[in-house]
Nanobody
Framework: QVQLVESGGGLVQTGGSLRLACAAS????????MGWFRQAPGKERTIVAA????????FYTESVKGRFTISRDNAKNIVYLQMNNLKPDDTAVYSC????????????????????WGQGTQVTVSF
């Protein structure tokens, strides 16, 4: 049974930091690219960051470059999102997702190219 379970969300002040984690099970983790998406109230779900099965040259959406870092531990089947210098615009439900495209060697920002999704964790950044 495939599971993606996010943790680490919460309430933080502007300029603060949070580290999200997504624990995966039920599939060969290293053969999947992993993505972090977010959805704010009334808005579409959008990509935040993505990383291939082999941890090199990850993707970041422009608004988080220099502030967020995606990483993965294939031995523990966990993908992380370190979020620094958080802003109120970062407030959203953050979800992790797994994509099997090309055995995890392909980075995709398209939601429909991800096979599995977690339930999400709320991140709220106060002024």
């Amino acid at each position: 049974q495939v599971q993606l379970v996010e943790s680490g969300g919460g309430l933080v002040q502007t300029g603060g930091s949070l580290r999200l984690a997504c624990a995966a099970s039920g599939f060969i983790f290293s053969k999947y690219s992993m993505g972090w998406f977010r959805q704010a109230p009334g808005k579409e779900r959008t990509i935040v960051a993505a990383i291939r099965g082999v941890d090199d040259n990850p993707f970041y959406t422009e608004s988080v470059k220099g502030r967020f870092t995606i990483s993965r531990d294939n031995a523990k089947n966990i993908v992380y999102l370190q979020m620094n210098n958080l802003k109120p615009d970062d407030t959203a439900v953050y979800s992790c997702a797994a994509s099997s495209l090309y055995g995890g060697t392909y980075l995709t920002v398209m939601k429909n190219e991800y096979d599995y999704w977690g339930q999400g964790t709320q991140v709220t950044v106060s002024f």
